[in-house]
């Protein structure tokens, strides 16, 4: 009997624990490991308070354009994106916009900043009660194919306030094994110095709602050459190609698509 009450006793502790973890786990997906925090934070108050971890949630809207609708919808494009963002009754504000000139073509990208998954179901409401509907409507006849995704900013990797630099984006996402984020996010986080010697990040981006399991992050660039260059001193530095080599083992599918900013953009 005694053996018996010992073993059960066993088996809830090992239950308990087994919860513990998962609930850390959990966690750490959706709020960074503790390092990963720990870093995000200093750097989120060096950043305007447009980004703070944790508060905001990004949208990523990809329009496939008609190739003979093209100038049409960036017209179109303009003036629905730069409506809602100058609006002050909606909780929304407006990161990007770019054209994919390397990667599928007519292929556009607008990323827009939601205070939140409660900032977000609030501007969508307010949107289908307002004119910018009928604004946004006025897309839909140019596209063959539309989808969005909302995704929260990784810890140690807040996006950038606006700004006009000039040159070329890189927008690069990875398919990820199901199970493999935390993985993915250890490894990189740790290796990603190297590449912050030469060039600093957009931001990075891991996805909730849509398409699961992929991660994004994005740099900018003078152009291709200098991007060339910057990527060859990284791999010359200790870490980085192990970061490389490790992360590729946690990713099914990788894409690098170079991205041109649209007038109206806030990062160019």
Request: net charge positive; proline share 4%; charged share 25%.
């Amino acid at each position: 009997m005694l053996a018996r009450l010992n073993a059960q006793t066993v088996r809830r502790n090992a239950a308990v624990v087994g919860q513990a973890r998962r609930a850390i786990s959990v966690q750490s997906l959706l709020h960074g490991s503790p390092e990963a925090k720990q870093e995000g934070d200093v750097q989120i108050q060096q950043h305007s308070r447009l980004v703070a971890r944790g508060k905001y949630v990004h949208g990523f809207e990809v329009h496939k354009v008609k190739p003979s609708a093209v100038k049409e919808y960036k017209k179109a494009a303009e003036a629905y994106y730069t409506a809602i963002k100058e609006d002050p009754d909606l909780h929304v504000k407006l990161t990007g916009s770019w054209e994919a000139v390397v990667g599928e073509q007519d292929t556009f990208y607008h990323i827009l900043e939601y205070e939140n998954y409660s900032g977000y179901d609030k501007t969508t409401q307010k949107i289908k009660k307002s004119e910018h509907l009928n604004t946004y409507n006025k897309l839909i006849p140019y596209l063959r194919g539309r989808s969005q995704q909302l995704c929260q900013e990784f810890a140690f990797f807040p996006t950038i306030p606006p700004r006009t630099e000039g040159g070329i984006f890189e927008l690069r996402t990875y398919q990820l094994h199901p199970g493999t984020l935390l993985q993915w996010e250890h490894t990189w986080r740790k290796g990603i110095e190297a590449r912050r010697k030469f060039v600093e990040p957009v931001g990075a981006w891991f996805s909730q709602v849509g398409r699961l399991h992929q991660v994004h992050h994005m740099w900018q660039y003078p152009d291709l050459q200098t991007r060339k260059e910057t990527r060859e001193k990284a791999w010359q530095l200790d870490g980085w190609s192990e970061t490389v080599s490790k992360t590729a083992e946690f990713s099914m599918l990788m894409d690098a698509i170079i991205l041109e900013p649209l007038p109206f953009s806030m990062l160019k």
